[in-house]
C-alpha cells in the first residue's frame, strides 16, 4: 500500500507564506510526477504545480512567480512554497503523486487534502 500524506495548511493574512509538504510512503519502487492540486469551494480541482523525477517544472499561470515546487527524492518528499498569498489562493491543497509500487505497477495517488485559507 502507499499512502500520500500533507501537511503545513493553515489560516494567514494576504502577503503572508505557507509551506507544504507532502509525504509519501509504502510500497515504493519508483515515483514518477509528484504535483500539487487545489480546489476552491464550488470549484473545479485544478492544477497548481508539476515537477517531474528529473525536475522538469510547470507551473499553473495563476501561480507563477509566487509558488515553487521541489521534491526530496530520497525522502519521497514534494513540498510546495508558497509566497505573497492572496485571499483567491484560499482552497484544499492536494498532493498528487504517479508512483509504481514494489509490484511494478503504477498508479496515481492523492493525499487527504490539506486547507489553506488566506484573509484580506
Known amino acids: 500500500q502507499v499512502q500520500l500524506v500533507e501537511s503545513g495548511g493553515g489560516l494567514v493574512q494576504a502577503g503572508e507564506s505557507l509551506r507544504l509538504s507532502c509525504a509519501a510512503s509504502?510500497?515504493?519502487?519508483?515515483?514518477?510526477?509528484m504535483a500539487w492540486y487545489r480546489q476552491a469551494p464550488g470549484k473545479q480541482r485544478e492544477s497548481v504545480a508539476h515537477?517531474?523525477?528529473?525536475?522538469?517544472?510547470n507551473y499553473a499561470d495563476s501561480v507563477k512567480g509566487r509558488f515553487t515546487i521541489s521534491r526530496d527524492n530520497a525522502k519521497n518528499t514534494v513540498y510546495l512554497q508558497m509566497n505573497s498569498l492572496k485571499p483567491e489562493d484560499t482552497a484544499v491543497y492536494y498532493c498528487?503523486?504517479?508512483?509504481?509500487?514494489?509490484?511494478?505497477?503504477?498508479?496515481?495517488?492523492w493525499g487527504q487534502g490539506t486547507q489553506v485559507t488566506v484573509s484580506s
Open positions: 509504502g510500497s515504493i519502487f519508483r515515483i514518477n510526477v
Open positions: 515537477i517531474t523525477s528529473v525536475d522538469n517544472i
Open positions: 498528487n503523486a504517479e508512483i509504481y509500487s514494489t509490484g511494478r505497477n503504477l498508479r496515481n495517488y
